[in-house]
């Protein structure tokens, strides 16, 4: 199995310098500052990408692809510009195969159910991993149920990444194969471009969830070979709100809508309608159009770091925190997933002694460390676990070794509390 | 921030390590609800032994925090051997407690004479809001068991 992720010795940034360009992240809770380590939730944003959106709603904000005068003209231009920077982001063909969408969900949405109710029927077979997120697997939940379609799902091993043994068996007659490019939980990165292969060989469509690869790799899509995949704005520093299915340009063109209203149509008449070319086909509506600037900015802001050095930053800052928790609770903390930086990005997923995840969390609340608690939005991967929840933190660009110290030492009040 | 020791007295704790009434009712003739926080994933099964008027005996199975899970121990408790309506008016004094409003809110004061006892301690969950669902999760869940047909 081949990840297609480089580990790149690539010098990295100044972390304070970086951290210092996100307002957020210069308040202090209680007179102390804060620890955010729940970036692969949702991320801060820069002042970049607020003045963008700021400057922006206060100069050239005004409706998009409908109204002839100069200012709307001018509001078009910079959403599609937008369009064009997170395309090149994400090497797509063109700027066309990127769709706006109001999130990465709505993306995936928007191949379940607009895709496979044109293409699938009784006894076609969707396979789908035992990592993935709910948005990966209720959209598919809901066309098998309405079509009568079997989903079948990829197992995985002891440590946490996708068991390949069985492939061959699962894919034999599927339609679909759609997998997480990196698990929400477990940190795991798959073998996208093996995986992509796989369902091509079998003639399935290869989609991919990129919502927790994106933000933090160099993404191209081309070389994935993927025919679709789904990210989103705000786990990337940008505004929630928007995100983006990204499809191959002629797969988009066969696709019928998904939401239908204004902005996605040709023509409508009293017998029917004619949907618009894609990307405006799917969507339907006004759309998000500040947060389509500062997606854009995110992009230019990202780019301008470099993904091989934010890869490398969160490489080194997760193996400090594996070290560094490892090396002071020992057998006390146990990690999900991975632990060689190979293979996982920089989500850590863990249980500590026996402590409940969300009483972790208040205590570690206490001081000022935000780590996310619950199921994370996989009640699958969480059964299979064999946990209702766990604690997860996760690294960004702007996380630093103090934030990691910070986390292990909070976790020690945990302990005193509960007399552990 | 109001201190952690607000939230994890001792009591609360004690009942969290060591949770009382733990396990699970024949049904019928018990009547059983599921409860589920899904924020956080915690669950809750209330089984109710109901005779007459009767809460005759109760337990309670799930996982979740220790919040959740003390709340429960304490309930389970609170209301064996009570009256329906005790019961029912020890759940509006609870939820009282939590701040949540009756949402009937017909004004009448809770029938007969019930305390709250051990359950005092978790007022304190009232200043971290976000465990107020934890806090409450067994009781509503009691209250769908209360609400099932014997």
């Known amino acids: ?420 | 921030m109001p201190g952690l020791e607000d939230l994890y007295r001792e009591i609360i704790l004690d009942h969290y390590r060591s949770p009382r009434n733990r396990g699970e009712l024949p049904t019928p003739p018990a009547v059983v609800a599921q409860g589920h926080n899904p924020l956080c994933g915690d669950e809750i099964t209330v089984y109710l032994q109901v005779d007459g008027d009767t809460v005759s005996d109760v337990k309670v199975g799930g996982q979740g925090c220790s919040i959740s899970q003390s709340s429960a121990s304490m309930m389970s408790q609170a209301i064996k051997g009570h009256s329906l309506d005790e019961v029912r008016a020890l759940v509006k004094r609870f939820k009282g407690m939590m701040s949540i409003e009756d949402a009937d809110g017909d004004g009448d004061e809770p029938a007969g004479d019930v305390s709250l006892g051990d359950l005092e301690a978790l007022q304190g969950v009232v200043k971290f809001p976000v465990r107020i669902k934890c806090a409450t999760l067994a009781w509503n869940t009691l209250l769908e068991a209360l609400d099932q047909p014997a």
């Open chain 1, 1 to 420: 199995m081949t990840v297609d992720v480089t580990t790149p010795t690539a010098p990295v940034f100044d972390t304070a310098a970086v951290k210092a360009q996100f307002p957020l992240l210069r308040r202090t809770i209680d007179g102390a500052p804060l620890h955010y380590l729940d970036s692969a939730n949702t991320s801060q944003k820069p002042r970049c990408v607020i003045d963008a959106m700021t400057r922006f709603t206060e100069t050239s904000y005004a409706p998009i692809n409908r109204s002839a005068y100069r200012l709307a003209a001018e509001a078009t231009d910079a959403y599609e510009a937008a369009r064009a920077n997170v395309a090149r982001f994400v090497n797509a063909r063109h700027p066309d195969e990127i769709v706006f969408t109001k999130n990465a969900t709505e993306a995936l949405n928007i191949v379940a159910q607009a895709w496979g109710r044109a293409n699938l029927g009784p006894g076609d077979v969707v396979v789908l991993t035992h990592m993935e997120h709910h948005a990966n697997v209720v959209p598919w939940h809901i066309i098998a149920a309405e079509r009568g379609i079997e989903l079948r799902w990829i197992p995985l091993t002891e440590d946490g990444r996708l068991d390949l043994t069985t492939l061959p068996q699962l894919l034999d007659g599927a339609k679909v194969l759609s997998f997480a490019a990196m698990s929400n939980v477990l940190g795991t990165l798959n073998p996208v471009t093996e995986l992509c292969a796989a369902a091509h060989d079998v003639g399935a469509l290869a989609v991919v969830d990129a919502c927790q690869y994106v933000p933090h790799n160099v993404t191209d899509l081309q070389a994935w070979g993927a025919d679709f995949a789904a990210f989103s704005s705000h786990k990337m520093c940008g505004p929630s709100g928007i995100g983006a299915l990204w499809g191959r340009a002629e797969l988009l063109d066969a696709t019928p809508p998904f939401l239908g209203g204004g902005n996605m149509i040709s023509d409508v008449r009293l017998d029917g309608f004619t949907p618009a070319p894609v990307p405006a086909k799917f969507e339907a509506g006004t759309p998000p159009i500040s947060q389509a600037i500062g997606f854009g900015a995110a992009v230019d802001f990202m780019s301008a770091l470099g993904m091989d050095a934010v890869r490398a930053h969160e490489v080194e800052i997760t193996e400090y925190a594996l070290t560094t928790l490892q090396d002071r609770y020992g057998d006390d903390i146990t990690i999900h997933g991975p632990t060689d930086m190979a293979d996982r990005g920089g989500v850590l997923s863990f249980a500590f002694r026996d402590l409940h995840p969300h009483d972790v969390s208040q205590v570690l609340d206490q001081h000022n460390v935000c780590i996310r608690a619950g199921h994370h939005c996989a009640k699958p991967l969480m059964r299979l676990l064999g946990a209702a929840a766990t604690a997860r933190a996760s690294f960004y660009i702007y996380n630093d070794r103090d934030d990691v110290d910070a986390l292990a030492d909070a976790l020690a009040g945990a302990s005193d509390i509960f007399g552990l």
